[in-house]
């Protein structure tokens, strides 16, 4: 009885070096390629440079599904766009604003997502500022003289600079004081707006109706050179964005009374509804086929730039990996399945849609990995509330080359993600769905959502590390041996020190931005 019980523990001691040799072959074989044939550039340049930005409803937006599909059927990979709505449809065209008056200058700006268009050949006319007006009611008497005007909503800035240039040059009394005026204008011009009785998306509306020609903001982001770009909420006439140094020269001159004049020129066009997709491809798994390890990044992006960081890194990573994958590995043991997701910027559409659509699969979901954040090396990683996550993703981690996880951040168990991004679409679902999150790389100033969010703010050497920290988790994911615990801890309020609620699933928006259809002229 002894022999047969040291002649089966040794079976077991070889068979589980065999494995852990095997292990690290394929993971050598992830470093390699990562390292030496990554084609991490191609794909920026080609989504990035060839394809530009994506935003939901866009000709764009499908270009950038289709070249997905394409890419990874050229890998050999079996892809997919799958429809899970409707989105108003828009196509931006040319953006040209030029001062005509008191000076000739071309001003640094553009047309907002979904903004209707100028007339053929554009419109000259004088720009004036919101004024500061007592009420409601001195408001609307104030509207008709907007008709045939150009008219300024946003607060001027006092300063172009960051704070952090006013840190390293200024005195410390100048900074303060800085800090102290724009405080005192940022409330003063809210309490501006507020006397109107309307709202950031009334406003505009009821400017148009009153007859403006169109709407001029500034949303800087307080980096230089940076502006926020979201969405025109006027139907009828162009709402555009200028930079904090040309929206702060064309104030002065209005409160100076000099009367400056625009032209602008905004050419774009709806194009009814269109169909919305989220692109899924995907490895089929060998012993367990209908057990998936997933990843996730969404598609989309916002008009500004070319959405590199927001979320074209992400994009282009798990695209990567999946090529990384199935190069070295492309017989795994369970499905590697990919959501590529649509309308992630509206309130994370396609990852809820595919959440929604697909309920069957949701209990064979071993875990998925998102990531979005922006372009740096991945930083911290939270257990979302899985009560054993820190056991498996500490294991998988430990496999990942120490120069890689050294300076990552963890916190275990967690607390469920209830907003920001597409892993909380799963997790509100049960599934053990984490965030890659990122270093920052001033991702908040200069690139979310900004007309800086290009292809030459992508730090490649930090994606590479991403792609083979990521692809190292998938592959020890797919073979481990059973399914990983799910069981959740309820979390606590820290006010209270009550138990709350898990998130719970939310459906998504299957036929968007109809509200603000244009009304005909």
Request: aromatic share 8%; net charge neutral.
């Amino acid at each position: 009885m002894k022999k047969i019980y040291r002649y089966g523990l040794g079976l077991l001691l070889l068979v589980s070096v065999k494995v852990q040799a095997q292990n690290q072959q394929v993971i050598d074989a992830i470093i390699k390629e990562a390292k030496e044939n990554s084609q991490l550039e191609t794909l920026a340049h080609e989504l990035l440079d060839g394809i530009g930005p994506r935003l939901v409803g866009t000709p764009q937006m499908q270009q950038a599904h289709d070249w997905t599909v394409k890419q990874y059927q050229n890998w050999g990979i079996e892809a997919k766009n799958e429809k899970w709505g409707e989105w108003r449809g828009w196509d931006r065209g040319t953006t040209h604003i030029d001062m005509i008056e008191p000076w000739v200058r071309t001003l640094a700006g553009t047309q907002l997502s979904w903004s209707p268009s100028s007339p053929e050949g554009g419109l000259t006319a004088e720009v004036i500022v919101l004024p500061d007006l007592e009420d409601s009611v001195a408001f609307q008497k104030w509207l008709p003289s907007v008709k045939g005007k150009y008219v300024m909503i946003s607060a001027p800035q006092l300063t172009g600079r960051p704070d952090d240039n006013w840190e390293k040059w200024g005195t410390e009394e100048s900074f303060e004081a800085i800090k102290e005026k724009r405080a005192a204008l940022e409330r003063a011009w809210l309490d501006r707006t507020q006397k109107t009785g309307k709202n950031r998306t009334s406003l505009p509306i009821a400017l148009e109706n009153a007859g403006a020609v169109g709407v001029v903001t500034s949303y800087w982001s307080r980096a230089l050179g940076a502006n926020k770009i979201f969405s025109a909420s006027t139907r009828q006439v162009p709402t555009i964005d200028l930079s904090i140094e040309d929206y702060g020269m064309l104030f002065r001159l209005v409160e100076s009374g000099k009367k400056p004049k625009i032209h602008v020129n905004a050419q774009s066009k709806e194009t009814g509804l269109q169909p919305t997709f989220n692109t899924i491809a995907e490895i089929k798994g060998t012993e367990k086929p209908e057990e998936y390890v997933m990843l996730s990044a969404h598609l989309d992006s916002w008009q500004g730039g070319t959405g590199a960081t927001d979320n074209g890194s992400g994009t282009i990573l798990m695209m990567e990996v999946m090529r990384i994958l199935k190069k070295v590995y492309p017989n795994p043991k369970r499905t590697i399945l990919v959501g590529h997701w649509g309308s992630e910027e509206q309130g994370l559409n396609g990852s809820r849609a595919f959440v929604e659509d697909h309920p069957e699969m949701l209990e064979k979901i071993q875990v998925l990995f998102n990531q979005d954040n922006g372009t740096g090396r991945i930083a911290n990683i939270s257990g979302q509330g899985f009560v054993d996550s820190y056991e498996y993703l500490g294991r998988w981690l430990n496999k990942v080359p120490r120069e890689i996880t050294r300076d990552i951040e963890t916190s275990f168990p967690g607390n469920p993600g209830s907003g920001g991004t597409d892993h909380v679409s799963f997790v509100a679902a049960g599934v053990p769905a984490f965030n890659l999150s990122s270093l920052a790389w001033d991702y908040g100033t200069i690139t979310w959502h900004t007309n800086l969010d290009t292809y030459d703010k992508l730090v490649f050497d930090d994606i590479k590390n991403n792609a083979i920290l990521t692809a190292i988790m998938v592959y020890m994911a797919c073979e481990e041996e059973n399914m990983v615990s799910k069981k959740m801890r309820i979390p606590v309020d820290f006010r209270t020190g009550e138990p709350t609620e898990w998130p719970s699933k939310r459906s998504p928006t299957r036929q968007g931005g109809i509200l603000f259809q244009r009304i005909a002229r």
